[in-house]
T-cell receptor
Framework: KAGVTQTPRYLIKTRGQQVTLSCSPISGHRSVSWYQQTPGQGLQFLFEYFSETQRNKGNFPGRFSGRQFSNSRSEMNVSTLELGDSALYLC?????????????FGPGTRLTVT | TQLLEQSPQFLSIQEGENLTVYCNSSSVFSSLQWYRQEPGEGPVLLVTVVTGGEVKKLKRLTFQFGDARKDSSLHITAAQPGDTGLYLCAGLFGNEKLTFGTGTRLTIIP
């Protein structure tokens, strides 16, 4: 079956703009998590959605937001972009939020803020 | 915020050699996972360990969970170029979401 897909794969934005990233989970998966990966900070948890509800949120400012649709697809939005937001944004899906359910990561969206 | 430190940060060895990478924390894990990430892709789960002292083997990879569940190691025997990648440990503390380690970037030279 198809894996996790993320669009777009690459994005260049200017400081102050906003951006929306999209994630389509594996068919049948209802839990979606978002992570930010940078060389300096590594892989950091942003938020997790299950059945259209945010279950967990990481330590990121309110400029970072997300949502999940009834078909489990998810989007994340970053407003008022800063240079430090340049990163690889990874989405992961699993059948449920349980730690016993393996997370499958997408290839990521590489965001560059200039 | 729990921190997971991995060492070494970078490792470059010849094909056929053995290596060990480490993952350490000052806090106790509920469970710990190891992932491998290749360029242009997301991390892929290799193993989950949940019991202190647990050892799991995956072909040439051996994963060990410390008795106190604060540390873990990954040993690769007879490394091959296909083992090249970023190795990440990720710990679950209580009911919180996974916390990822700083990563070990491994390069196997043919």
């Amino acid at each position: 079956k198809a894996g996790v897909t993320q669009t777009p794969r690459y994005l260049i934005k200017t400081r102050g703009q906003q951006v929306t990233l999209s994630c389509s989970p594996i068919s049948g998966h209802r839990s979606v998590s978002w992570y930010q990966q940078t060389p300096g900070q590594g892989l950091q948890f942003l938020f997790e959605y299950f059945s259209e509800t945010q279950r967990n949120k990481g330590n990121f400012p309110g400029r970072f937001s997300g949502r999940q649709f009834s078909n489990s697809r998810s989007e994340m939005n970053v407003s008022t972009l800063e240079l430090g937001d340049s990163a690889l944004y990874l989405c992961a899906s699993s059948f449920s939020p349980s730690i016993n359910d393996e997370q499958y990561f997408g290839p990521g969206t590489r965001l560059t803020v200039t | 915020t729990q921190l997971l430190e991995q060492s070494p940060q970078f490792l470059s060895i010849q094909e056929g050699e053995n290596l060990t990478v480490y993952c350490n924390s000052s806090s106790v894990f509920s469970s710990l996972q190891w992932y491998r990430q290749e360029p242009g892709e997301g991390p892929v789960l290799l193993v989950t360990v949940v019991t202190g002292g647990e050892v799991k083997k995956l072909k040439r990879l051996t994963f060990q969970f410390g008795d106190a569940r604060k540390d873990s190691s990954l040993h690769i025997t007879a490394a091959q170029p296909g083992d090249t990648g970023l190795y990440l440990c990720a710990g679950l503390f209580g009911n919180e979401k996974l916390t990822f380690g700083t990563g070990t970037r491994l390069t196997i030279i043919p």
